[in-house]
């Protein structure tokens, strides 16, 4: 019982690190621009670095017909964007300050992160 | 939209297999007449062209040298939409197909467990299990293929989601019942119970109630697409003297376009012959049709009803009122308010909290259970990985918000986003500015009371030849009036405008004076006999001018801007809600006051300069008073910007639709009570939504995980809490639905 307890705890731990204190691989952007597949109930890439002070391009090709899908929402920026299937759908934010910008979807399955610096 | 400036098209080149290529496809475009910036990327086979080419040119350009193009993500809104009831019909099919599958295996099974036992005891059964273990198992592989796939995808991206619950909870499921089958001896003899039923059932549950909210969602922007069907596809203009239908996209600006009785107007723009009535009620939420004719402004998505006319085209393509209007409820619909923030801020976290509940309520089990304390652990952990349900928290907010901007806009309120919306609901005073808000603001001239024995036409004659030259607003009240009254105008030599006073000049050898008090005391001509009158006028909201000939009184004219038929109506309904209405205007007191004793309004400044209108929201504000201010969107700009929610009121199409926080596109004030109560009515949705869902996750969680079992013997059987979840996204989307039938009520 000690052993299954102990198992327990670890899974436990497991569980906090893999989705909570993990530190994502961050993609470096190419001159601020870069497409991100939406897929399989994912943004990739997710962890997106681009340069501060410049427009940024965000390309979402959207394979993923779940309704989670639909919509990018950047609620920091307060802009959104219907994602239309099987399409590339162009999202342009302005000049970004430097700073971590968080991306989902409306229900925050999908989720990802704009490194800005 | 291919032909404006500074537009960008986007094309797909095919045949294009070699880096070489590009510098020639560049070169193709930018002779284009109108191309001005070309840009191929070679990644893709894409190509970006901008400036005011005509697509059409463009790809015969890239087809000369011997490539194919075709324009990329440029049907129109129509199309988008189209495609995409196609794609969510086929979404919708394919859960359906997968939830037979499911349910079409789990079903009997779980039939058979209740009438027999689902127990492993002899070999011979142990092989039948096998297999039904396998089947199970390749249907999971076939009908849940999703959810695994994004379990997956998102485990090794360090995130979780409603996938990785499912795959979770079905897994642990199959998985127990597979070593029962497969090792029975490392179990307690009474917990070699199979659960095989419960992942195909929850698995089926599951896509059923996806299928159905893939139903429910395309419902909820129904509003959108009525705007976006309010556009035509074709348009005939008027090239080379000869009429043709043409696509929407190709219409120039300032060409000539037709529109025949009964069509749809294809663009924005300017009468330039014929006459008409036109219904734009889809737009404006007015009722009634507003007759056009030359010189008159139209709008794209209004229907032409009696006559045929030819207009200029002014505003094409993304420019039209009807592109910003579905630009903007667009971009609302998307946006969230601070009262979704905290549930956002939960379903952020929920799936691994819940993992990590179900792993506590595994570890209680097995210490504390009863026998077998295995299978109570395994089917409690199942049932609290599949009971929670992020996506009802996380649709409980932006499916509300969605419906209810977009019924908004059906009204003519639209409303920019969700923040405005919610505190549009919490208005505690509204200020009211007077003219062209509470008044129509158009002066209209209401009495002439004729002195000295003078000719009503005679005098309104002479005043009005005498006005002509003015741009004063009264003024042009007078001269319109005669001129519906078929009188003729002459021509006055040595006019002059005194400002702040009135005109003066000469007619046939006389000298015209009219204006206020000042102007005829000035030239010593008596008015003692008309003052009480002037008096009562100026007390009934009117504006007393004297006209005189020479040096005797002749006429008082009154001019007023009548009040709205349903101001008076409009602003009780807003007081009977409890919110406090004042009203602004630069007007003198004795009109101000004349003006709110008619509708009732008690709170007035008048006299107030436009500048000082903000520092009275300001004022308000400071005492704590959530503001809602309601003017024309252009003078009072900067109250609008001050107070909490800026009204901006307009009469149809002509209201800036960007300068407020809400645009009401119908004149009426009642617009205004409209807005509260959609606002209202929809808020009070989302808390129905927030409240089902948070009870839902926060009482579900612990009786699956058997809370109640101690106390009551309860512990859920896991395929309920599957179409519990199933139910719950649903329940959701259904309930913000039923604002689709919200009806503002007028009192």
């Known amino acids: 019982m000690l052993m299954i307890n102990i198992l327990g705890a670890l899974l436990i731990a497991v569980i906090i690190y893999w989705f909570w204190l993990y530190k994502p691989k961050q993609v470096q952007s190419n001159n601020n621009k870069i497409t991100i597949v939406v897929n399989n109930g994912v943004y990739y890439p997710a962890h997106i670095k681009v340069a501060a002070d410049k427009k940024v391009t965000l390309t979402f090709n959207r394979q993923d017909s779940a309704p989670c899908a639909e919509t990018v929402v950047f609620p920091s920026l307060d802009i959104s964007k219907t994602l239309a299937m099987g399409e590339n759908n162009t999202v342009e934010l302005p000049a970004l300050k430097v700073g971590e910008y968080a991306f989902h979807c409306q229900m925050q399955m999908y989720k990802g992160t704009l490194v800005v610096s | ?747």
């Open chain 2, 1 to 747: 939209m291919s032909n404006n400036k500074d537009t960008v098209q986007n094309f797909i080149i095919e045949g294009a297999n070699c880096g070489s290529c590009v510098a020639k496809i560049e070169k193709a475009l930018k002779s284009v007449s109108g191309a001005q910036r070309v840009e191929m990327n070679f990644a893709d086979r894409s190509v970006q062209v901008e400036g005011n080419a005509s697509s059409a040119e463009l790809i015969e350009a890239v087809e000369n040298i011997g490539y194919k193009a075709k324009p990329m993500n440029s049907e129109s809104e129509q199309d988008a939409l189209d495609e995409k009831a196609k794609a969510d019909n086929a979404h919708y099919k394919k859960l359906m197909r997968n939830m037979v599958l499911a349910l079409g295996v789990g079903a009997p099974l779980m039939l058979y467990g209740l009438i027999f036992d689902m127990s492993v005891t002899t070999n011979a059964q142990r092989i039948g299990w096998f297999i039904v273990g396998i089947v199970t198992l390749v249907v999971m592989a076939i009908a849940g293929k999703q959810f695994y796939n994004g379990a997956w995808q998102s485990f090794k991206n360090h995130t979780a989601n409603m996938d990785t619950l499912i795959a979770l909870g079905t897994g642990t499921a199959w998985l127990y019942s597979m070593v029962v089958v497969i090792a029975p001896s490392v179990l307690p003899e009474v917990a070699r119970h199979v659960y095989f039923e419960a992942s195909a059932m929850i698995i089926g549950l599951i896509s059923l109630g996806l299928a159905f909210e893939v139903k429910a969602r395309g419902r909820t922007s129904e509003a959108i697409k009525r705007l976006i069907g309010l556009q035509p596809k074709t348009a005939r203009v008027v090239r080379d003297n000869k009429e043709q239908d043409i696509a929407i996209s190709e219409v120039l600006k300032n060409e000539t376009v037709r529109v025949r009785p009964g069509e749809k107007i294809p663009v924005d723009g300017e009468v330039i012959e014929g006459r008409s009535s036109v219904d734009e009620s889809m737009l404006t939420g007015e009722p009634m049709p507003v007759n056009k004719s030359e010189g008159d402004t139209i709008v794209a998505g209004s229907i032409n009803k009696s006559g045929t006319l030819l207009f200029k085209a002014t505003h094409i393509g993304s420019e039209t009122t009807l592109a910003s209007i579905i630009n903007m409820v667009k971009r609302a619909q998307n946006s969230k308010p601070s009262i979704g923030r905290l549930a956002d801020v939960i379903s952020g976290v929920f799936v691994p909290t819940v993992m990590i509940i179900a792993v506590l309520a595994g570890l209680a089990w097995l210490n504390f259970g009863p026998e077998p304390s295995i299978a109570y652990a395994v089917v409690a952990v199942t049932t609290v990985l599949i009971i929670a349900c992020p996506c009802a928290l996380g649709l409980a907010t932006p499916m509300s918000i969605m419906v209810g901007i977009g019924k908004a806009a059906e009204s003519g309120i639209l409303i920019r986003n969700g923040e405005a919306l919610q505190t549009t609901s919490k208005i505690t005073t509204m200020i009211l500015d007077k003219t062209g808000t509470i008044t129509e603001g158009k002066p209209t001239v209401t009495d002439i009371i004729n002195f000295n024995g003078s000719d009503k036409v005679h005098v309104l004659k002479l005043a009005a030849s005498l006005e002509s030259g003015s741009e004063h607003p009264l003024a042009q009240a007078i001269v319109s009036y005669a001129e519906n009254e078929d009188i003729t105008i002459e021509k006055v030599s040595d006019f002059n405008a005194v400002t702040g006073q009135g005109v003066t000049g000469r007619l046939n050898g006389q000298t015209l004076l009219f204006g206020n008090e000042a102007l005829i005391s000035q030239h010593n001509i008596s008015i003692a006999e008309a003052k009480e009158q002037a008096e009562q006028l100026a007390s009934a909201a009117k504006t007393p001018m004297y006209f005189a000939i020479d040096t005797q009184l002749q006429a008082i004219i009154a001019v007023a801007d009548p009040i709205k038929d349903d101001s008076a109506e409009a602003i009780k309904r807003l007081q009977k809600k409890g919110i406090h209405v004042v009203m602004l205007t630069g007007d003198n007191q004795a009109t101000a006051k004349a003006v709110a004793n008619k509708v009732g309004i008690k709170d007035f400044i008048a006299q107030v300069m436009p500048d000082d209108k903000a520092s009275e929201v300001t004022k308000r504000q400071a005492k704590g008073e959530i503001v809602g201010m309601t003017g024309d969107g252009i003078n009072d700009a900067p109250a609008l910007a001050q107070a909490d929610v800026g009204f901006a009121i307009g009469t149809g199409t002509d209201v800036a639709i960007e300068s407020a926080d809400i645009t009401l596109m119908r004149g009426s004030l009642q617009s205004l009570g409209d807005a509260i109560a959609v606002s209202s009515a929809t808020i009070v949705n989302i808390k129905q939504n927030l409240f089902g869902a948070f009870i839902y996750n926060v009482a579900g969680i612990p009786i699956a995980a058997g809370l109640l079992y101690p106390f009551f013997g309860i512990l859920l059987n896991p395929v309920v809490a599957g179409a519990a979840m199933a139910l719950s996204s649903l329940t959701v989307v259904t309930n913000a639905n039923r604002l689709r039938f919200f009806k503002p009520s007028k009192s």
